[in-house]
């Protein structure tokens, strides 16, 4: 059993902190189990043991990497609030960054545990949206409408068809969904 705060945390933490800074030192394809352990200050089994291999490691770090840091801003009115949101998601998925995150998180999940994580960061997002506009009297969608009318073009367009892809696209979106 994993102790919260415990070992295994300290391992994490250290080892998804050797991994973002030798990503940013040498770059990500320079990157190898034994080069994470040694920075991380652990035995390249312990990495084996935990992630199976460096892709899983690293989209177990684009997973943590993407998980939101605060809630969303409050604008006043779910339009505002909601728009303000997907052009922030767009701005951090859309970027080279964001881009190589969610091919990581992708690529070593073969059971999609991790590509669920992330959707679940987003609905949790959506749903503050949605529950503020709520508490003031406001008519909203379901979180599921809009992961469906306003991430999921978001997410096609990003990883499908980027060119033109711009914040007005996702104003667009949002426009559309809330549209009587």
């Given at each position: ?29 320079a990157l190898t189990v034994p080069l994470v352990a ?16 460096l892709q899983e490691l690293l989209s177990d770090v ?52 991790n590509a669920g994580q992330c959707s679940a960061y ?59």
């Amino acid at each position: 059993m994993v102790r919260p705060g415990g070992r295994s945390a300290r391992v994490q933490a250290s080892v998804h902190a050797a991994v973002r800074d030798l990503v940013a030192e040498v770059g990500r394809d320079a990157l190898t189990v034994p080069l994470v352990a040694q920075r991380a200050g652990v035995t390249p089994s312990t990495i084996y043991r935990r992630w199976g291999d460096l892709q899983e490691l690293l989209s177990d770090v684009a997973v943590e990497r993407l998980r939101p840091d605060t809630d969303p801003a409050d604008h006043g009115a779910l339009a505002a609030d909601l728009a303000a949101w997907a052009e922030q998601f767009l701005d951090e998925m859309a970027s080279p960054t964001g881009r190589a995150y969610i091919r990581d998180a992708l690529l070593g999940d073969p059971d999609g545990g991790n590509a669920g994580q992330c959707s679940a960061y987003a609905a949790e997002q959506i749903r503050v949206v949605l529950d503020r506009a709520r508490e003031r009297g406001e008519r909203a969608p379901d979180a599921e409408t809009v992961l469906d009318r306003v991430v999921a073009p978001l997410m096609y367009r990003i990883l499908f068809r980027p060119d033109g892809l711009d914040a007005a696209y996702a104003r667009r979106l949002v426009a559309a969904l809330l549209a009587p």
